[in-house]
């Protein structure tokens, strides 16, 4: 693990500024073979994290570029070994010509998220920072970046660690009085932990009870528009999109799939999903986008219901109500309010009524208020919302573990037959920060970063 790596950290695109990264035994060695230091000075001589002005060579010895390069000594880096940075303009040529003459001076190309697996190896992160570096590169909100920072700075292992830590004294207190039965041991008795572990799983269930919150703030809230044809339901998917990304015709039945686009509204981000116009139609393909319609309704967390407002509700307007109702969260728009009026707000059984113009855009922006006011944030974005499936997977099987173990303890069963539940317990919590580490679960996370991360 201790070869040098190289990549280039910043994408191929061009752009002001391109960063090559290099990281491991000799990596500063290696970067000495292609950059001169315009002071004169080695690499070897210059401070930690200092940006030194020189000239990038390539593979032929010429100069390619003047550069900034700035080097961290392990363990004090970002690896935990030692590592180099070269700071260049963001030319595509001179950053491929840069990192190939690093591979003729000895390093090699990193691999999909080798330098912050070599930081979770040298134990500069645990598992769970590690994942957040990925949800921090992917966020789309400010909330969503926020809460992934928050992790990266530990706060789930903050909130893990206390809790593996006590079933560790309860497993340790247990073997010690098994194993050393002549020492003086305070006899080891399951009732003394029952507080300690109903507390451990009141936090694991707080922790977990976050993870829908998680989800809406990572992946965006999953959501249907319904209603009868040409009511405007992708008029309004347009308006939300800001472009046209569904054919609107004043023909009824234009839409016969399901489209998806993600928008965003305030700090919500939503799936939205257009679908064909609700009614009977002898139209075979039609049929089969009405009930993809239907499906969508039975999957979304929430349901905008569209209606044209200058026109009485009929029986497919009623039967798009109801599908809409079904949903978790419902919402219904009065649409086409550039028009005469027939509909009003209380002739809609919704809580939320919007009266809008999707052609206009007239409107919209309450549609955005009543969004924030069903999935505004609710709690402090700082790493303490639970976002990752994987995790809360563990957390549910400690939990459940836990929960074992209390119920075990009230029927009587000996300790030994108890602790099989806090093993278990254990193991999940580990998994989350690494302590128990898996190859191929490993594997499959940092398979998920990008080159040069």
Same mark, same amino acid.
């Given at each position: 693990m201790s070869d040098v790596i190289a990549a280039v950290a910043t994408g191929w695109k061009a752009a002001a500024i391109g960063i090559i990264r290099l990281s491991g035994t000799g990596a500063i060695a290696v970067a000495q073979k292609v950059f001169l230091c315009q002071n004169g000075r080695a690499l070897t001589e210059i401070p930690d994290r200092k940006l030194v002005l020189g000239y990038l060579k390539d593979a032929l010895g010429r100069v390619i570029d003047q550069a900034l390069v700035t080097v961290s000594h392990g363990p004090s880096s970002y690896t935990g070994e030692d590592t180099v940075e070269f700071q260049c303009h963001g030319s595509p040529a001179v950053l491929a010509a840069g990192l190939e003459a690093l591979f003729q001076a000895g390093a090699r190309q990193a691999g999909p998220g080798e330098f912050t697996k070599r930081a979770?190896?040298?134990?500069?992160?645990?598992?769970?920072?590690?994942?957040?570096?990925?949800?921090?590169?992917?966020?789309?909100?400010?909330?969503?970046?926020?809460?992934?920072?928050?992790?990266?700075?530990?706060?789930?292992?903050?909130?893990?660690?206390p809790i593996y830590q006590d079933l560790t004294d309860i497993m340790s207190h247990f073997h010690a009085v098994l194993d050393y039965p002549d020492e003086e041991i305070a006899p080891f008795e399951l009732s003394q932990f029952r507080s300690t572990l109903l507390s451990d799983a009141r936090q694991l269930a707080d922790l977990l009870s976050t993870y829908r919150r998680g989800q809406i703030l990572k992946s965006g809230v999953k959501s249907v528009i319904l209603g009868r044809p040409n009511a405007g339901k992708s008029s309004l998917l347009n308006a939300l999109a800001g472009y046209d990304r569904v054919i609107v015709t004043a023909t009824a039945g234009t839409?016969?799939?399901?489209?998806? @686009? %993600?928008?965003?509204?305030?700090?919500?981000?939503?799936?939205?999903?257009?679908?064909?116009?609700?009614?009977?139609?002898?139209? @075979?393909?039609?049929? %089969?986008?009405?009930?993809?319609?239907?499906?969508?309704?039975?999957?979304?967390?929430?349901?905008?219901?569209?209606?044209?407002?200058?026109?009485?509700?009929?029986?497919?307007?009623?039967?798009?109500?109801?599908?809409?109702?079904?949903?978790?969260?419902?919402?219904?728009?009065?649409?086409? !309010?550039?028009?005469?009026?027939?509909?009003?707000?209380?002739?809609?059984?919704?809580? !939320?009524?919007?009266?809008?113009?999707?052609?206009?855009?007239q409107g919209l922006e309450t549609l955005e208020q009543a969004i924030t006011t069903l999935f505004g944030q609710d709690s402090a974005c700082d790493g303490s919302i639970l976002t990752n499936?994987?995790?809360?997977?563990?957390?549910?099987?400690?939990?459940?573990?836990?929960?074992?173990?209390?119920?075990? !303890?009230?029927?009587? %069963?000996?300790?030994?037959?108890?602790?099989?539940?806090?093993?278990?317990? !254990? @193991?999940?919590?580990?998994?989350?920060?690494?302590?128990?580490?898996?190859?191929?679960?490993?594997?499959?996370?940092?398979?998920?970063?990008?080159?040069?991360?």
């Open positions: 979770f190896l040298n134990g500069q992160m645990d598992l769970s920072q590690a994942e957040a570096v990925v949800d921090l590169i992917d966020a789309e909100t400010a909330d969503a970046a926020a809460n992934a920072a928050g992790q990266l700075g530990g706060a789930i292992f903050r909130r893990i660690d839409t016969r799939d399901t489209v998806e @686009e %993600m928008v965003k509204l305030g700090e919500t981000r939503l799936r939205l999903l257009d679908t064909a116009g609700i009614r009977d139609s002898g139209d @075979e393909i039609e049929q %089969m986008g009405v009930q993809r319609a239907k499906n969508a309704a039975k999957e979304a967390e929430l349901a905008i219901f569209v209606c044209d407002s200058s026109q009485a509700l009929t029986q497919e307007d009623q039967e798009a109500i109801a599908l809409a109702q079904s949903c978790p969260h419902s919402i219904a728009v009065l649409n086409k !309010m550039d028009l005469p009026q027939v509909l009003t707000p209380s002739d809609l059984p919704f809580d !939320m009524v919007v009266c809008l113009s999707a052609k206009t855009g499936t994987r995790q809360a997977g563990a957390i549910y099987h400690a939990l459940t573990a836990i929960e074992n173990t209390l119920a075990s !303890m009230d029927t009587g %069963m000996t300790p030994d037959a108890v602790l099989v539940d806090v093993e278990s317990a !254990m @193991e999940a919590l580990g998994e989350i920060t690494g302590k128990v580490m898996r190859e191929e679960i490993t594997n499959r996370i940092f398979e998920r970063f990008c080159v040069g991360k």
